[in-house]
């Protein structure tokens, strides 16, 4: 039986999006389409294992879902209209099977139900949740538990997303070529978002990281053309590729210039470099120059011997695309480690006097860091001291602690 | 669907245009609104006399207070309004980002609940 059910659960990850996509086009709305999947899955889980599964297991889902739906409709119309038969459901009833099952008529289908998650007319979290519900498949619950949200808070913002939809009319369709650029920035974003929370998260988060992967590779499959994308793909897999090197057995941060290079995922960087070369040639944009710069890490021994030059050199083309202190603090870290530590706190000391960092942990962390590496222990001590006070996640604050343990011990040993 | 395109401005940036930009901004005002009416968008609109002419009734237990003037004291001040027909929230805002006022002050794009 378990072994029945697995390909049953690898056909839910694979093709949840597509069907889901192509019903909300056919329906008209997210929650009959995304009522109707399940339906269909759920029946898919009583028959399959018995009757063995379909040849053709995306049409077969799809039909009958199709007939869940009309089912539904047909249902809903008796009781609220009286018995008029409703337009959906002589459209419904229409639309040939064959048109629906054409791999293209599909892939398209979901691109309109990306760029649908992604309309600029939902706030970010909408954005987000909708994203990993619909295109995802992912249940409300595990978004929740991702997120650290309430389920009945995650429902809601779900539930207002749809009504949103719906009610202001956002259409459901891929952008026009004029405005694909700008719209793709938006769905970029909601990506490397879903990245970035289950890459700083322990347990759960797990799952978004590689949700946020297969996005991209999802991404790329049907905007072959747009490098940004490739890009974005290569900086995930570049920074996932370090995954089981960042973190101690017993859960707590490791540098980068601290991680057994051993442990990083060769084929994963590997794919990373031939995505991120490939962008670059085409126009690089922000994802790419970020994907460059995990590169030159990805492909040194050792931090030492890392080419800081080029990376510095990389920081500053990323900046003039993207101004950011946030980048300029990367910079400023990756200067201490190509000129000389000075060079770099002098850079921390304009961040600093802008003050546009304030409260940002890493600000005086780095700072910490590049004091200890000139030995000052008493000065490097209160630098990780002001970053502990700022630091929200469990794990860099025992990093911190353990850090400022060694600065006060060190003190403590001076003549 | 049917829009309800709401013109924010300063009404202090209006009073700073000169007679020249003023009489630009007029035309420009005639302009749109004839292309609207001729790509078949256009439901109605109109411009509104500024928040100093303006008049607040509120009714507390049956009692009607009639007051001078908008209650919230805000930056922006609603100076006009489309009204329009449009496919989806597209082809609305891409209407209200054509609106001559667009570069002084924000649009807020409403949907209308239909009725029935």
Redesign the interface.
Known sequence: MANEQEPLEQIYRDEWGRIVATLIRLLGSFDLAEEAAQEAFAVALDQWPRQGIPANPRAWLISTARHKALDALRRKTRWEDGGNPDAKLAVLAQEPTVAIEEDGVVEDDRLRLIFTCC?P?LNADAQVALTLRTLCGLTTEQIAKAFLVPLPAMAQRLVRAKQKIR?????Y?T?PRTELAERLQAVLLVVYLVFNEGYNTAGEGRALSDEAIRLGRVLCELLPAEAEVRGLLALMLLHDARREARKSSDGDLILLEDQDRGLWNRKAIGEGLSLAESALRSGPGPYSVQAAIAAVHAQAASAIITDWPQIVALYDVLLRMQPSPVIELNRAAAVAMSEGCEAGLRLLDELEERAELRGYYLLPAARADMLRRLGEWSAAADAYRTALALASQEAEQRFLTRRLAEMEAAVRLEP | MQYLLLIYNAESQWDALSEAEAAKMHKEFGAFTQSIIASGNYKGGNQLHPVSKATTVRVHDGKTIVTDGPFAETKEQLGGYYLIDAADLDEATAIAARIPSAGMGPIEVRPIVPMG
Not at chain 1, 167 to 171: H, S, T
């Open positions: 309309h007319a009610d202001a009319g956002i259409p369709r952008p």
